[in-house]
């Protein structure tokens, strides 16, 4: 990967938006460029927090397994979006592990090297401390969710979120590409796979929403939304 295209890309996060051309230069010089492929993990659980990641291309899920062995998707981090994060705050082990979910270009800087670099760049502390508290928020709502909803609330409440999030509105639809596998979603919602599908299936033949393996179409937010109320 060229050094100019590394650059570019960086400069595209919205994190670094504003900071001047030496930084830029600084932060380019201390990052790496890497492409993983579908499926390859980016890193595991136990491992030190000891690197920080920004996603350029692709998608990546952040899973966590527990003690039977089941897996739970905690996240899914987009183009554009920072994970590896909560490193700042800890010195100990990663508790979950990061997957690419497509090929993926990302960028990495270690953690030591970053925290030096936003200790020269105060407002991108102020950036960080406030993407850190947006993240530990929205684990709150998760949990909150998985507490308080049944199957089928949570499995709408996340199409709802994804297509807010990852949609393009066209007239009275919103549509989301790509989909997601009933697996995964299953792991999202603390659904079993069967139970997706069957929740998918039946709002789909109500007309809520059509789908398939490259694209979810929601025909009508607003009614969809009528069945969380």
């Keep these: 990967m060229a050094e100019k295209s590394k650059l570019w890309y960086l400069e595209n996060f919205n994190l670094f938006q504003g900071l001047n051309k030496s930084s830029m230069e600084k ?25 920080i990641f920004f996603l350029k ?4 899920k952040l899973t ?3 003690p039977d062995g089941k897996e739970m998707i905690l996240a899914l981090v987009n183009p554009g979006e920072v994970f590896g994060e909560l490193g700042v705050l800890d010195d100990g082990e990663r508790t979950d592990y990061a997957i690419a979910l497509d090929e993926c270009l990302i960028c990495a800087i270690s953690k030591d090297d970053f925290k030096r670099f936003v200790e020269e760049n105060p407002e991108l502390n102020r950036r960080i401390t406030k993407l850190i508290g947006f993240k530990l928020r929205k684990f709150s709502e998760r949990i909150e969710e998985l507490v308080f909803k049944d199957a ?11 297509s807010k999030n990852y949609g393009k509105t066209i007239g009275e639809e919103i549509i989301v590409k790509p989909f997601l596998t009933h697996q995964d979603i299953a792991q999202l919602t603390a659904c079993s796979r069967q139970t997706v599908n069957s929740i998918l299936t039946d709002l789909r033949e109500q007309g809520y ?10 025909h009508d937010a607003g009614k969809l939304e009528s069945i969380l109320k």
């Design 64 to 66: 966590r397994t527990s």
């Design 27 to 51: 932060l380019n010089r201390i990052t790496s460029m890497k492409e993983f492929p579908k499926s390859q993990p980016i890193y595991f659980a136990k491992e030190p927090s000891d690197s």
């Design 209 to 218: 929403i059509k789908f398939d393996r490259r694209k979810l179409i929601i």
């Design 152 to 162: 089928q609330q949570r499995v709408v409440s996340f199409l709802l979120s994804l």
């Design 57 to 60: 291309k692709g998608r990546v």
